[in-house]
């Protein structure tokens, strides 16, 4: 699998959610789409869950270093 | 030797004579008379000062976007240029621009740049491209000491806790600014950031002039990243705006834009899990539920006396069987004692016990007459026990 977009996944995951609540699949195709499903939202979550921001600054040189955040 | 022109051939001239540039991007002040905005929707009227007057349209395609309606008595600035009108033999000015009385020189150049960039494309609504929906990193042009910045990291923080921000310093004031940000732009493109904020906080005409550089608003429009301009305060537009492919009102609006609510995009990624897991524990009961039906049939439920049954049917047939063949054997065995009792009456061996003699002659053929034998023959004869060879010596016919 290629690098899969967060909103690819999410959009894949609602879909996932939508034809199990239409019910229409068997029991083996819906634990097939569960798993599926599970997989997604583990993937949004790890993507969401960078608990700390990071926010750095370019200097002239081209070096990256942290910026710190002054409250005013 | 003196050759007339004639009025056409000199209409021409003047008209080529006019075609330089020194008349192709004029500027004039004056006031209005004969207005006239025509049913077609160009309008024609006439500017004029103390001394002089000059005749001026203004085409429908070009005055659609004015923000005024002008009026006799107006005094205005026009821009355009000088042509002919042939049939009449008439200059005129053909007005592309038209502002009211005041507008500075820097304004001036403004709407003269939006016209040609706008001309060349550059605002295209198809040029803009989606911003990312969820942003890996933000990159921010601006000022690293200004307020923009600080609004734009408070919001981008509250948003998305976890955003990752570079933040790519850069003039946004004075003669420097333009070539600044321009730099700043050719940076980022350099870095891993999958959206630029590019702007600085509100400031007059004079103070925004950075961001409707040319040079700059070419850059925005080229830049392989999607860019949010984020200038001043709402009703400040920049040329940069327009090239970028969102306008933002203020940074902080820029910032809102560019990521989503982490709490709200994990409160639904958690809602459509509950959903999922509810849909599929529902399908299970009603499977289970279908399954508890079946297994109530009899059949499922009592599988032995079922079997039982199956088990005496199947003696009560074989019982049957017993029956039926032994019958069958009885009556074949009378059918085989009669036939043997027949056969036995037919039996020549019988008849010879009787006294009776069979005579063969020597290929072995029955004689029944006494035709069937020559003296001198030799003849068999088959008795009750034992058999005789005999010589015929005589015989009656």
């Known amino acids: 699998m290629t690098e899969l977009k967060f909103e690819e996944a999410l959009a894949r995951l609602e879909e996932i959610v939508r034809s199990l609540e239409q019910g229409e699949s068997g029991l083996d195709e819906a634990l097939v789409l569960f798993e599926e499903g599970v997989k997604l939202a583990r993937f949004c979550n790890n993507k969401l869950d960078q608990a700390e921001a990071k926010i750095e600054i370019m200097l002239n040189e081209g070096q990256i270093e942290t910026f710190e955040v002054k409250d005013a | ?397």
């Open chain 2, 1 to 397: 030797m003196f050759q007339p022109l004639s009025v056409s051939e000199l209409t021409q001239q003047i008209k080529s004579a006019l075609a330089g540039p020194e008349f192709q991007s004029v500027a004039v002040e004056g006031e209005v008379s004969n207005f006239v905005h025509h049913r077609s929707g160009h309008m024609y009227f006439s500017l004029k000062d103390s001394k002089s007057r000059i005749k001026a349209v203004m085409f429908r395609s070009r005055n659609q976007r004015l923000q005024f309606v002008p009026a006799n008595g107006d005094t205005l600035i026009a821009v355009g240029s000088i042509g002919v009108y042939e049939p009449n033999g008439e200059y005129q000015l053909y007005v592309d621009l038209l502002f009211p009385q005041g507008i500075g020189e820097l304004h001036l150049a403004f709407e003269r740049l939006k016209e040609k960039l706008e001309g060349e494309g550059l605002f295209d609504a198809a040029r803009k491209r989606p911003l990312p929906f969820l942003p890996g990193r933000v990159g921010v042009i601006t000022s690293p000491s200004g307020a923009a910045l600080r609004d734009i990291l408070h919001v981008l923080t509250r948003r998305f806790p976890g955003v990752q921000v570079l933040i790519i310093p850069a003039l946004v004031q004075g003669d420097e600014a333009p070539a600044s940000l321009i730099a700043a732009l050719t940076m980022a493109q350099k870095t891993d950031v999958d959206v630029i904020i590019m702007g600085r906080g509100g400031g007059s005409f004079e103070e925004l002039a950075a961001f409707n550089d040319e040079g700059l608003v070419r850059a925005v429009a080229a830049s392989a990243i999607p860019v949010v301009s984020a200038c001043g305060h709402e009703t400040d537009f920049t040329l940069t705006d327009f090239a970028a492919d969102l306008r933002a009102p203020t940074p902080s609006a820029a910032a809102e834009l560019v990521v989503p609510l982490q709490q709200e995009l994990l409160e639904n990624i958690s809602s459509l899990q509950k959903r999922m897991a509810d849909s599929l524990r529902r399908k299970i009961q009603t499977d289970r539920r279908y399954l508890d039906k079946l297994s109530q049939s009899p059949i499922l439920q009592r599988p032995d006396s079922y079997l039982n049954q199956l088990r005496q049917r199947v003696d009560e047939l074989w019982t049957g069987l017993g029956r039926f063949q032994r019958h069958q054997v009885v009556l074949r065995r009378g059918k085989l004692h009669a036939a043997a009792g027949k056969l036995e009456a037919l039996s020549p061996l019988k008849t010879l016990g009787r006294g009776y003699a069979i005579c063969q002659n020597e290929r072995g053929e029955i004689l029944r007459a006494a035709e069937q034998a020559q003296e001198g023959d030799t003849v068999h004869i088959t008795l009750h026990k034992g058999s005789l060879s005999c010589t015929v010596e005589g015989r009656e016919t």
